[in-house]
């Protein structure tokens, strides 16, 4: 689903099931969300013990992946091994990205 979709969607609906609210969960951590969607998320963590402990979880793992990085990108001993290399070029290149 579209975030256009998605935000019409929630929109449209007062009460955000668990589904739309994970999916605003996601988006929120690339980029920040309409204030209608900002008040109806808090409203549902607010109410779901589910969803507020999915939103903790997904912002450790964002913080984990962060300290790694900070770890690792500047650490020249690091390599990948060619078969790697590869694979990921491969899996790029048939993402026409
Ligand atoms: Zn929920």
Do not use: Y
């Amino acid at each position: 689903m579209s975030r256009d979709e998605l935000d019409h969607r929630v929109t449209n609906n007062t009460m955000l099931t668990c589904k739309q609210a994970s999916q605003l969960i996601s988006q929120s951590l690339d980029h920040p969300l309409s204030l209608s969607n900002r008040i109806q998320l808090r409203f549902h963590l607010f109410i779901c013990d589910a969803c507020s402990r999915f939103r903790k979880q997904l912002k450790q793992i964002g913080i984990a992946l962060q300290r790694m990085r900070q770890l690792t990108e500047n650490d020249d001993s690091i390599t990948l091994p060619t078969k790697i290399k590869v694979r990921i070029i491969d899996w790029v290149a048939s993402k026409h990205l």
